[in-house]
């Protein structure tokens, strides 16, 4: 106990990972809980065959279960409590896509517990993460939800998943009065490589009160727009009064006069 929460407890933990023992399941569960999911390779890299410290205490937990109870129980660990939920995201992706089923499910009836809408944003990380096609339509009926984080991963991950009959809902989206979700929808439409919302971005780069935003829209311009939209940011660089908007929007031009 004396060496928890420093970093040689993360060097004890790696050793129980390798061992395996049911017993060292506890400890495990402490130590996850106290480093964020960056920390270990960012530290010292895993050693060649060495398991992954998440990894191997899911393994452990649910060893007498089916490969469906296991993702079912990874789920439902997350609905009880707001701390770090013991790295699930990291592995269900990991997992991949027989995870895919379950996770559609979490979105629209999560487990129940103190915290469901754990479960729904585990969900949204993920199916991003695996690029779920199927997760398209589910996650454009969450773009409405109360929480501005959830709508703000959902935008996310429609971006990540790349479908661009998302677009409709994400152009909505972009004038969402949270500058947060605005931000996420309009790189997730800068993801999704459609000239059709070139306007609505063009709009918002002249226009939003937020220079952060108007420096994604920049951003996003610059992948999806015309030369059109180079003439019209030429135009209005020199009313910017952001000098990293401006700086952006030179980029942008740049890009898009060398397609």
């Not at 309009?186 to 000239?195: F, Q, V």
Request: aromatic share 4%; charged share 20%; glycine share 8%.
């Amino acid at each position: 106990s004396r060496w928890s929460g420093t970093h040689l407890g993360l060097y004890l933990v790696r050793a129980l990972a390798r061992i395996g023992d049911a017993r060292a399941l506890e400890t495990m569960r402490q130590q996850l809980l106290l480093f964020a999911w960056y920390v270990q390779p960012a530290q010292v890299p895993l050693e060649p065959e060495e398991p992954d410290v998440a990894w191997a205490y899911w393994q452990i937990r649910t060893r007498a279960m089916t490969q469906e109870q296991a993702i079912d129980e990874m789920i439902r660990s997350v609905v009880g409590t707001l701390q770090h939920s013991l790295h699930v995201q990291k592995v269900l992706t990991l997992v991949g896509k027989p995870a895919v089923p379950a996770l559609l499910a979490a979105l629209g009836a999560p487990p129940p517990g103190e915290h469901p809408e754990s479960a729904q944003n585990l969900a949204v990380t993920v199916l991003g993460n695996l690029r779920t096609p199927e997760a398209v339509q589910p996650l454009c009926g969450l773009l409405h939800a109360p929480s501005s984080g959830m709508r703000s991963g959902v935008a996310w991950a429609l971006g990540q998943i790349g479908d661009k009959s998302a677009l409709p809902n994400l152009m909505e989206t972009a004038r969402d009065v949270e500058y947060g979700v605005k931000q996420a929808a309009i790189r997730a439409i800068g993801n999704l490589g459609d000239s059709s919302a070139e306007g609505l971005l063009l709009n918002i780069a002249g226009h939003d009160p937020e220079a952060n935003v108007r420096f994604v829209a920049v951003e996003a311009i610059g992948q999806i727009g015309t030369l059109g939209a180079a003439n019209v940011l030429e135009i209005i660089m020199p009313v910017e009064a952001n000098e990293n908007v401006r700086a952006a929007m030179r980029v942008a031009v740049r890009k898009l006069r060398s397609k």
